[in-house]
């Protein structure tokens, strides 16, 4: 079974720029989740996705937005790059991300933001 | 939000036991124990999940107090693969917690041969 895929692995763009992370979650996973994992802040929570709804959502201003498709296939955005921004973003998958629930996470997206 | 302590850094012998405790003293009923850990540069790795009894899979064992208050995560046969930083999580209560995992700072874990 494939496991939670990431695209594009390592990117760089240049301040004020948006950018769009996408996430294919594990085959049958119905809840997509998203982290930011800075050297400053460790790991935190971004938002949650499940049947193409926003179900939970962490602190973050609403310059980073997220989606999901039908087939469970999710994408965020960072619009307006700033150089805090610069940090590995985390997608995760569960069935339906339910306490109880295993949550599996991809290798990460690296952003560079200069 | 329950929270857990964990000691910042701990060695370990190759081949040896590896015992990493985390104290979550202010745990609710419904909340589960999860633990992770995160090679460098790579994807957190789901080890082992646990609500109230013992748990035990492929890559390591969870061991949860009786009285819920702490854990240990035992991995039986340490490698140098297993170098990594260590988090132990509580889950919140059902709603607040859809996709959501409280990442602490964990404990760094290095093997040494």
């Known amino acids: 079974k494939a496991g939670v895929t990431q695209t594009p692995r390592y990117l760089i763009k240049t301040r004020g720029q948006q950018v769009t992370l996408s996430c294919s979650p594990i085959s049958g996973h119905r809840s997509v989740s998203w982290y930011q994992q800075t050297p400053g802040q460790g790991l935190q929570f971004l938002f949650e996705?499940?049947?193409?709804?926003?179900?939970n959502k962490g602190n973050f201003p609403g310059r980073f937005s997220g989606r999901q498709f039908s087939n469970s296939r999710s994408e965020m955005n960072v619009s307006t790059l700033e150089l805090g921004d610069s940090a590995l973003y985390l997608c995760?998958?569960?069935?339906?991300?339910?306490?109880?629930?295993?949550?599996?996470f991809g290798e990460g997206s690296w952003l560079t933001v200069v | 939000d329950a929270k857990t302590t964990q000691p910042t850094s701990m060695d370990c012998a190759e081949g040896r036991a590896a015992n990493l405790p985390c104290n979550h003293s202010?745990?609710?009923?419904?909340?589960?124990v999860y633990w992770y850990r995160q090679i460098h540069s790579q994807g957190p790795q789901y080890i082992i999940h646990g609500l109230k009894n013992n748990e035990t899979n492929e890559m390591a064992s969870l061991i949860i107090t009786e009285d819920r208050k702490s854990s240990t995560l035992i991995l039986p046969h340490a490698t140098l693969r297993d170098t990594a930083v260590y988090y132990c999580?509580?889950?919140?209560?059902?709603?607040?917690?859809?996709?959501?995992?409280?990442f602490g700072a964990g404990t760094q874990v290095v093997v040494t041969p």
């Open positions: 999580i509580v889950r919140v209560g059902p709603t607040d917690s859809w996709g959501k995992l409280q």
């Open positions: 996705y499940f049947s193409e709804t926003q179900r």
């Open positions: 995760a998958s569960s069935p339906d991300g339910g306490s109880g629930n295993t949550i599996y």
């Open positions: 202010t745990i609710s009923g419904n909340e589960y």
